[in-house]
């Protein structure tokens, strides 16, 4: 874009080499998002302690947005803003990328997604074991969240430097995710992560923007 005038934007997304006016600004946005949230530092670092910290963190913190979505007005949790998931399909997106990332790249499990898992379209509409026409509830969703977190916990509890190091043992079949083959253990573990953190942010900002109606 070349000799326009904006004024009041806002521009939210996955953004790379974002050039305004000459300068390359997405360092000084990557640098002020780790300021803001230092979790972000402790999810690229390679030590097992830092991830295991990181993960206390990200369910710290939808352990508060829970309770704040709790307070709101009835079925606010269901409730999506501008095309956007609602809480509670954020959450059963999560559902899906522990399914997919940690059980199947990370342990190399072979087992269906959980039904009540929400992937992208190609995924949903192929017979993995994802149900389309789920509705859970809130507190269904939230069980079955707890049980996966257990799950990593146990795992982050006894992980290794050389362990997250390895080629990620995932299964050799056409399932989600086939970009995944190639990768250590420690990036598919990250990708976990990072979509915890990503859509935790977007579920608070879409909860603000309720709020504010």
């Known amino acids: 874009m070349v000799g326009v005038v904006m004024q009041d934007?806002?521009?939210?997304?996955?953004?790379?080499?974002?050039?305004?006016?000459?300068?390359?600004?997405?360092?000084?946005?990557?640098?002020e998002l780790d300021r803001r949230h230092p979790v972000r530092l402790l999810i690229r670092s390679d030590q097992p302690d830092d991830l295991r910290e990181a993960w206390r963190q990200l369910r710290d913190d939808w352990a508060t947005t829970t309770e704040r979505v709790r307070s709101m007005p009835e079925n606010s949790e269901h409730h999506g803003v501008d095309g956007e998931w609602s809480m509670v399909e954020t959450l059963r997106h999560l559902v899906f990328v522990h399914d997919s990332w940690f059980r199947r790249c990370v342990l190399g499990l072979t087992e269906p997604f959980t039904a009540m898992g929400l992937g992208p379209p190609v995924v949903m509409d192929r017979a993995d074991g994802l149900d389309p026409s789920a509705r859970p509830s809130l507190d269904e969703v939230l069980a079955v969240r707890l049980r996966q977190a257990s799950e990593i916990e146990a795992w982050l509890a006894e992980v290794t430097p050389d362990q997250l190091a390895k080629t990620a043992p995932i299964p050799d079949d056409d399932r989600w995710p086939p970009y995944a083959k190639g990768r250590t253990v420690r990036q598919c573990l990250g990708t976990v992560l990072n979509e915890e953190w990503a859509h935790h942010r977007f579920c608070r900002r879409d909860l603000d923007k309720l709020s504010h109606r």
């Open 9 to 31: 934007v806002e521009i939210d997304g996955l953004v790379t080499n974002l050039v305004v006016n000459g300068v390359e600004v997405m360092a000084y946005v990557e640098a």
